[in-house]
């Protein structure tokens, strides 16, 4: 058994590279310039640079370049002679720059080659500034991954509020050098350091398709090893890493989603039996139709249907949230878990009618497999009761195919119910990864959707597993 686990395991790691890849993909096929937008006020108060924005989307693997400003110090007066720097750039500036001084015209948007050569530029772990004021700074970059920048409020719902912070890169800056510069009639940099000159040729370059392939590709794997060293990254909408934000969020919907799914064991298998027993009868019909209509009712309609007549009409339940607005702030802990539980009423019966329908329909005609089987004929024959036959005989065989469902119920215990839980505005893990697709919070998207990968390859194993308990023909070392 031992062989056969890690020949699985081996098969879910090359399972799951392959779903990365599929994440990324559908990742990058996603608008990108959410970013600009929510960077947008930071940009135009000073408190970020355009390229604090482009090193985030290069984080995220979410950058494509379009043009190059490349910054190469010459001469003996830097320690950094021989060193170039580069910046990405956009060819609508250049364009904007070079059409700028062919121009009489004197509209002041027209952007200066100051102002396009101004910002940094990387070489490796060196970053060169070039600052409004004419100045150069040289300092040796450290990052230390992201951080939120402002205060922090938190909204009644519990959910972090959009409030003005941003997320940043946090770096550690260590200068190395420093001094002036000013721009030539050529377009390259004149710099100035402890009184010595030296020149800096500034060259623009168009991206091809290398440089784009090599950006989609450095993003994938950047955010990948990040992934095998537990970082998922830092949610642009919760301003919290998103490993942060899925498990301090998931126990709801994990509450919600066990009672769930015992209720819908417990009720979906015994109507499946009992039918499968009445075949064709009126116990068989009833329940046939009245899963087929659970079956066919879309999520948000039944719950729709639920708000509609036991919370507005009848007045039995109230909608929103975990807890009522006219609980006290000093009610006991009993009250505050009883509370909760009546919130749940609702939401848990919408998912029980919901998945009932395909299990039970499962059970019944994998009962019908087996009753028919040469075995139960023969244990009838010994003259054994049909409780005896039906339970201790066909039940057994009949979890056999039922097993294979256990593949999506750890995805479903932990992944949130996504449509139940924002109708009843129930703030889970499901809400909230539903909220993060509204806006495209691609960090959290990504993370989450690996996180429930691997719940599935884990329920994969395990479902694999289970059928060497409910069958002991099934050798998995073989």
Sequence with gaps: MLKYIVKRLLMALLILFGVSIIIYALARTMPTDFVDNQYASALAQGTMQQEDVDRIKELYGLSMPDA????????????????KFTKNARKDDYEEVVGGENSTSADESILTRAEWYQGSYDSGDLRLYLNEDGTYNVYRVESKGMAVEG?????????????????TIDE?????????????????LVMTKDGANFSAAVKYREANFWDKTGSILGGYFNWLFNIL????????????????????????????AFIATILQFAIAIPLGIKAATHQYGVVDYTVTVLTMMGISLPTFFLAAIFIRVFAVQLGWFEVGGLVSASLPMNASWIVRIGDMLWHMVLPMTVLVILSIGSLMRYTRTNTLEVLNSDYIRTARAKGLSEHTVIYKHAFRNTMVPIVTMMAGILPGLFGGAMITETVFSI????????????????????????????LTVIGTLLSDLMYAVVDPRVKLGK
Excluded at 69 to 75: A, F, P, R
Excluded at 152 to 160: I, K, R, S
Excluded at 172 to 188: H, K, M, P, Q, R
Excluded at 427 to 454: E, H, R, S
């Design 68 to 83: 190059f400003l490349t910054v190469e110090i010459q001469g003996e007066g830097s320690d950094f002679a021989g060193k």
């Design 151 to 167: 205060e922090q409020q938190t909204a009644e719902d519990g959910e972090e509020s959009d409030d003005g912070t941003v997320v």
């Design 172 to 188: 550690v800056l260590t200068l190395l050098e420093s001094g002036a510069y000013s721009i030539d009639e050529g377009g390259n």
């Design 229 to 256: 060293k537990g970082d998922l990254g830092m949610s642009f909408k919760y301003k919290k890493p998103v490993e942060d934000v899925i498990f301090q969020n998931m126990g709801i919907s994990f509450a919600i």
């Design 427 to 454: 703030p889970g893990i499901g809400k909230l990864a539903y909220d993060a697709l509204v806006v495209a919070d691609v960090p959290f998207i990504m993370g989450y959707n690996m996180f429930l990968a691997i």
